[in-house]
Each structure stands twice: as C-alpha cells, then as structure tokens.
C-alpha cells in the first residue's frame, strides 16, 4: 500500500467543495513530492474534518476540489488530556511527537517542584505537535498550553483526573475497564518524580493514584502506554 501523505488546510481555504493550498503546502506537494494534476490528495483542517479531493492546479498555489469530508477522522473514541512535569528538552520533544501520535487531545506542561527544566519554546514545541499530527494523519491538532504550577492546573482540571504513580495498588488497566470515561486528565511527574507536597494536594483533590506496574517508566514512556491503555483498553473482551 502506498504511503499517504497529509496537508494542512485551514477552513478558510475551503469554500463549496473546493480547497486552495497555502504557500508552504503548495510548495510541498508540487516541488517536494512532485504531485500532479489529477492526483489524490489528503487534506487535514487541525478542527476534526479531514478531506480526499483532487488536485487541478498547481500554480500559483495548488488548489483542486474535495471528493470526500470525514469527520472525526482517526481520532479515539475517548478524550484524553495529558498534564506532564516538564522534561529536559529532547525528552520533552519525544513525549509531544509521540502523544500526538497516540490520540492525546491537548498536553500542559506542569513546573513542578522537582522539573529541572523550567521554561518552553511554545513556537517549536507547536511546530512539532503540527507535523506529528500531519505525518500521523490526525484531523484533530492536539493543544498545546502553556507550562503552569500545579494549583493552577488543579483549578481547571481536577475533574476526570487521574495521577499516574509507581507501585500504588489499583492498577490503571483496570480502574481504566471498571470506568471507561469518556474523557480523562492524565497527571504524570517530571524526572525526579512528584514532591510530598504535590501529591498530598493531589490527594486533598481527590485525584486517584494508579500504577502501570512496578517497573519505573520514563515520563515520556509512561505517557505513551497509558495513552494506549486508556483508549485501546477500555472495554472487557
């Protein structure tokens, strides 16, 4: 099977079943790619819509009709929000391009009381949500906020939380099958773990402590499986 290939377009480009590329995207398709007229294209809006349509011009900006609109195209039954102590930057990059990949909805830096990292190239780290989401055919584009303390978070968020914890005894596997919500915030600490004093805020906000297991996971691997739990794993066979 050919490999496909998706392209950003805004919904201001779409207009009565027709689409027009921006600059960079033309670009893309007709001298990176070298698609031609006629040819099939996947276009992405970033809002849930993905589109098939088929390319007529090329210049001065490639533009063409839309054959096809679906909504809601790969993306998970459940809403996933994942909150995560701020990394070390190339961790932080891997945990942003992975979680895209794996239906995360929105991601929120923590600066947590043990980050050693405590501040976000926004314009990268959005860049990077952008082309893991493109390359993965997502037509939802995930969040990305800006970093904030854990109160603060807790204001907004608490509701549907859960704290991802090493060796607490409910499983999320199973916590995860006996609830099946239908959206969820994900907790996880930063390198050197939460302090005593967020998880006793943690516990004063009636957030669960679940475990993935015993063994010590990587913020950005422990992000990653329970991504996958949560959405592949949410029914009983």
């Known amino acids: 099977m050919a490999e496909e290939h998706f392209f950003y377009i805004s919904p201001d480009n779409i207009s009565q079943n027709s689409f027009l590329l921006d600059d960079a995207e033309s670009h893309h ?25 088929k390319i007529e011009r090329k210049e001065p900006r490639v533009s063409g009709t839309i054959n096809e609109t679906i909504p809601n195209y790969a993306e998970p039954d459940v809403e996933m929000h994942l909150a995560v102590g701020l990394l070390k930057k190339d961790r932080f990059e891997l945990l942003l391009e992975k979680a895209v990949e794996c239906g995360v909805a929105s991601i929120t830096p923590l600066l947590l009381d043990r980050c050693v990292k ?10 990077i949500v952008t082309a893991a989401a493109k390359q993965c055919g997502r037509s939802l584009f995930p969040t990305l906020y800006e970093p904030m303390g854990l109160v603060d978070w807790l204001e907004i968020n608490r509701s549907n939380a859960i704290c991802l914890n090493i060796g ?3 499983k999320l596997a199973d916590w995860n099958r006996a609830h099946a919500p ?24 009636k957030i ?10 990587r913020a950005e691997t ?16």
């Open 168 to 170: 607490d005894v409910e």
């Open 182 to 205: 239908n959206k969820i915030h994900i907790i996880i600490g930063p390198e050197g773990d939460f302090s005593d004093n967020e998880k006793r805020l943690m516990k004063e906000n």
């Open 29 to 53: 398709v007709s001298h990176v790619l070298r698609m031609n007229t006629g040819d099939t294209i996947w276009l992405l809006d970033g809002t849930g819509i993905a589109y098939t349509g």
């Open 208 to 217: 669960p402590f679940l475990s993935m297991g015993l063994r010590r996971l």
């Open 222 to 237: 422990a992000a990653i499986t329970a991504l996958n739990i949560i959405e592949h794993g949410r029914y009983h066979e």
């Open 118 to 127: 405590k501040s976000l190239n926004m314009e990268r780290s959005g860049k």
